[in-house]
T-cell receptor, first 111, second 109 residues
Framework: DGGITQSPKYLFRKEGQNVTLSCEQNLNHDAMYWYRQDPGQGLRLIYYSQIVNDFQKGDIAEGYSVSREKKESFPLTVTSAQKNPTAFYLC??????????FGSGTRLTVV | SQQGEEDPQALSIQEGENATMNCSYKTSINNLQWYRQNSGRGLVHLILIRSNEREKHSGRLRVTLDTSKKSSSLLITASRAADTASYFCATRGAQKLVFGQGTRLTINP
């Protein structure tokens, strides 16, 4: 079955530590996206990539970094520069202008 | 920046009743989409309506779009307990979707 997989489901980060969230899709979609969701809030765009080896900043890119070396993969690194990283992170992919397919999310908590 | 604004923020109705959620946006769009999110899960795409369409149906869902008023509505008919979730509208511009804050829908048995 085609889909989009995020891992891990839960992640704990210590102060000053970088962590990487995984996002893999087998839908052959060109575009991939990372969103952040805070409790009771909507989704805010962190980074997006329309094609391999290219990506653009979204609305809240500070403290995050991404890479797009393969079509199937779009990992997100939450760096120590992100001062308030506790949130629910959602990865999505799309083809053209139709609907997005979302992963099941990674819940990141600072301990 | 979040372009879509849903109204109401929360809605609680009895099972079997109809639920209506509204979305307003600010700039021109390519299409408008509605998504559902169950608690702690990812979003699921429900329906897409293009800027040249006025109404679209999918099962118990009916979406309308009024580009002159920059607004859309989502109607869920004959609601069920399983419809309890948050519903988001999202507007599609040139490159990406922009999501609103969502409407939290609770269906009471």
């Amino acid at each position: 079955d085609g889909g989009i997989t995020q891992s891990p489901k839960y992640l704990f980060r210590k102060e000053g530590q970088n962590v990487t969230l995984s996002c893999e899709q087998n839908l052959n979609h060109d575009a991939m996206y990372w969103y952040r969701q805070d409790p009771g809030q909507g989704l805010r765009l962190i980074y997006y990539s329309q094609i391999v080896n290219d990506f653009q900043k979204g609305d809240i890119a500070e403290g995050y970094s991404v890479s797009r070396e393969k079509k199937e993969s779009f990992p997100l690194t939450v760096t120590s520069a992100q001062k308030n990283p506790t949130a629910f992170y959602l990865c999505a992919s799309s083809s053209g202008t139709d609907g997005y397919t979302f992963g099941s999310g990674t819940r990141l908590t600072v301990v | 920046s979040q372009q879509g604004e849903e109204d109401p923020q929360a809605l609680s109705i009895q099972e079997g009743e109809n639920a209506t959620m509204n979305c307003s946006y600010k700039t021109s769009i390519n299409n408008l989409q509605w998504y559902r999110q169950n608690s702690g899960r990812g979003l699921v795409h429900l329906i897409l309506i293009r800027s040249n369409e006025r109404e679209k149906h999918s099962g118990r869902l009916r979406v309308t779009l009024d580009t002159s008023k920059k607004s859309s509505s989502l109607l869920i008919t004959a609601s069920r307990a399983a419809d309890t979730a948050s519903y988001f509208c999202a507007t599609r511009g040139a490159q990406k979707l922009v999501f609103g804050q969502g409407t939290r829908l609770t269906i009471n048995p």
